[in-house]
Every structure is written in structure tokens, then in C-alpha cells.
């Protein structure tokens, strides 16, 4: 059965985050909804575009399996001041249905809004303080029932097969990370 995953993107965000969840999920068989909160065709940090299927107002009557958010900034603030992304994540988090971000995503979004209230969490090294509950914070990945966050570029390839683990089982995570990782 195929899994329904909206991938977030706006201006800014971190593109090795974003093309590594993108690949990964992709590769699994999920089938991805690339929203933009901005207009269509984005720029990431370091000036990659991007063009999304559609504007996230297009999505918010949908339902995913999982609503997934890269870092960087100022992505992670255009997604937090987005009123139909957050209401989709809070809606999401209420119905126990995925959710996950990487990066600068869970403290500036995330935790904006209330998301991590709970939770356990971590996020991009020095922005600790934001996590309503940081104990977490040094560890690389955190899964927290139906939370998932990750600390940043360097996590990204794991994030992504965590979230391949989590919507589709372990052993399609192993056989994308053989392949994707050379992984023996």
C-alpha cells in the first residue's frame, strides 16, 4: 500500500535535507506531494531551485501519513509563519499521524507551535534552547510516538531512512540503505 507524504519547501531551507528525504522516501515508494509555502519554484541556501508540485494551500484538505519539514533558514521561519502548514501539523500530531523535521524545523517550527509539548527532541546544534525538553537534543535522530526530528545536514540520509523504517518497515529501510550506502 502506498504511503502519502507531503514533503515541505520554501525559500532558504537546507537542500541537502530536503533532496535526501525526497530520494529516500521516493526510492521507498511513497507517493510525495512536494508543497511550497512561498511560490512555486523556490530558491534553497545556497541558491539550488527547487520546483514544488504545488502551493501547500492546495494540500491542507488532504490527509498524509507523514508531513515532513527540512531545516535551514530562513526556511524553517517561513514554514513557522505559514498558517496552513501549522494547522496541517497540528491536525497531523492530534490525529497520531507523522510528523517530522530536521534541523532548524523542530525549534523554530516545532516548538513555535507547540508541537514538542511532551516530546522528546532534537535539533540543529545550538538551537537546544528553543526544545521545550532538550534531554534529547545530542542524539541524532529522535522518533517520539508520532514525532520524528533530526539534528541537520549531517543526519540527513539517516533521517530519511528512519522515516523509510517507520512508514514502510525495517527491511525496506535496510535494502535502501544496501544500495544507497553500500552498506554490506
Given at each position: 500500500?502506498?504511503?502519502?507524504?507531503?514533503?515541505?519547501?520554501?525559500?532558504?531551507?537546507?537542500?541537502?535535507?530536503?533532496?535526501?528525504?525526497?530520494?529516500?522516501?521516493g526510492r521507498?515508494?511513497?507517493?510525495?506531494?512536494?508543497?511550497?509555502?512561498?511560490?512555486?519554484?523556490?530558491a534553497t541556501?545556497?541558491?539550488?531551485?527547487?520546483?514544488?508540485?504545488?502551493?501547500?494551500?492546495?494540500?491542507?484538505?488532504?490527509?498524509?501519513?507523514?508531513?515532513?519539514?527540512?531545516?535551514?533558514?530562513?526556511?524553517?521561519?517561513?514554514?513557522?509563519?505559514?498558517?496552513?502548514?501549522?494547522?496541517?501539523?497540528?491536525?497531523?500530531?492530534?490525529?497520531?499521524?507523522?510528523?517530522?523535521?530536521?534541523?532548524?524545523?523542530?525549534?523554530?517550527v516545532f516548538?513555535?507551535?507547540?508541537?514538542?509539548?511532551?516530546?522528546?527532541?532534537?535539533?540543529?546544534?545550538?538551537?537546544?534552547?528553543?526544545?521545550?525538553?532538550?534531554?534529547?537534543?545530542?542524539?541524532?535522530?529522535?522518533?517520539?510516538?508520532?514525532?520524528?526530528?533530526?539534528?541537520?545536514?549531517?543526519?540527513?540520509?539517516?533521517?530519511?531512512?528512519?522515516?523509510?523504517?517507520?512508514?514502510?518497515?525495517?527491511?525496506?529501510?535496510?535494502?535502501?540503505?544496501?544500495?544507497?550506502?553500500?552498506?554490506?
Amino acid at each position: 500500500m502506498s504511503k502519502k507524504v507531503l514533503v515541505a519547501v520554501a525559500d532558504g531551507i537546507e537542500e541537502l535535507e530536503a533532496i535526501a528525504i525526497i530520494d529516500c522516501l521516493g526510492r521507498a515508494g511513497a507517493e510525495l506531494t512536494i508543497a511550497s509555502v512561498g511560490k512555486q519554484q523556490i530558491a534553497t541556501a545556497r541558491k539550488v531551485k527547487i520546483t514544488a508540485d504545488c502551493l501547500i494551500s492546495d494540500c491542507s484538505a488532504k490527509t498524509y501519513d507523514l508531513i515532513v519539514l527540512p531545516g535551514g533558514l530562513p526556511g524553517a521561519e517561513s514554514f513557522r509563519d505559514s498558517r496552513e502548514l501549522i494547522e496541517m501539523l497540528k491536525k497531523q500530531k492530534e490525529a497520531g499521524r507523522f510528523y517530522a523535521a530536521i534541523c532548524a524545523s523542530p525549534a523554530v517550527v516545532f516548538a513555535h507551535h507547540g508541537l514538542l509539548a511532551g516530546k522528546k527532541a532534537t535539533c540543529y546544534p545550538g538551537m537546544e534552547n528553543k526544545l521545550p525538553d532538550a534531554s534529547a537534543a545530542n542524539q541524532r535522530i529522535v522518533v517520539d510516538g508520532n514525532c520524528i526530528t533530526s539534528q541537520g545536514p549531517g543526519t540527513a540520509l539517516e533521517f530519511s531512512l528512519k522515516l523509510v523504517e517507520l512508514l514502510f518497515g525495517n527491511e525496506k529501510s535496510q535494502e535502501l540503505a544496501k544500495a544507497i550506502l553500500a552498506r554490506q
